[in-house]
């Protein structure tokens, strides 16, 4: 019996492209790295944005000039990324109607809790969650098995009664690595090829085909 669903928030509740890819681009130009409009840098939306942007940039993630690169993202993002975004459709009524049925709903997203929270706060949909859980700034916790595992310990779930949520391979196998049968949404920054080979239990085409699941 599922009781409790953990959400994603990239790709799965809102579509954070524009200040993303945007706070992206002003970040690896502030490292003398600037990358044309023509190239597409999408796939940076849902895996922990350090890696990405060392990715991009052609170095260890833990090289300085990956941190100095994110240092400029967020310098971008905190003032004006985070609000480039909107819900996409039926989420706000979708999330209403599954805590009306009794379900516990929690975000579980790879975006630092402190960006996350002032999202869902902006949108209105933060009341819908009993609590939302992201990484730190510190980097701690953008792996989504170890995010995952977090949220078990500190609410103290059961995983059989879990179901996670999102549009990525990550949300898919860090639900696995904790023994939680997952849902994939379609719509997001996942490709049909990615999604095929993570192997979720179901996929859905709109994020209100959730109630069909939810009963």
Not at 17 to 37: F, M, N, Q
Not at 84 to 98: S, Y
Not at 105 to 116: D, I
Request: glycine share 8%.
């Amino acid at each position: 019996m599922i009781r409790n669903i953990l959400i994603d928030l990239d790709g799965t509740l809102t579509d954070p492209k524009v200040g993303i890819t945007a706070s992206a681009r002003y970040g690896l130009e502030k490292v003398g790295h600037p990358i044309g409009d023509e190239i597409n840098i999408d796939w940076i939306i849902g895996p922990p944005l350090k890696a990405s942007l060392a990715k991009i940039l052609n170095i260890e993630v833990n090289d300085v000039l990956a941190e100095q690169a994110l240092m400029g993202y967020r310098e971008r993002f905190a003032v004006k990324g985070l609000y480039e975004n909107h819900v996409f459709d039926g989420v706000a009524d979708t999330l209403a109607e599954l805590k009306r049925r009794g379900y516990c709903l929690f975000v579980a997203t790879a975006k630092p809790t402190v960006y996350a929270q002032q999202i869902l706060e902006h949108f209105e949909l933060a009341e819908y969650f009993i609590e939302i859980y992201g990484s730190e700034l510190n980097g701690d916790r953008t792996d989504k098995a170890e995010l995952i595992q977090y949220i078990l310990e500190q609410q103290q779930l059961q995983a059989n009664q879990c179901m996670m949520v999102g549009d990525r391979e990550y949300d898919i196998l860090g639900a696995r690595q904790n023994g939680i049968e997952s849902i994939a949404v379609n719509y997001g920054y996942g490709s049909e090829a990615e999604l095929k080979l993570a192997l979720p239990k179901y996929q859905i085409e709109k994020f209100s085909d959730l109630l069909n699941y939810f009963k």
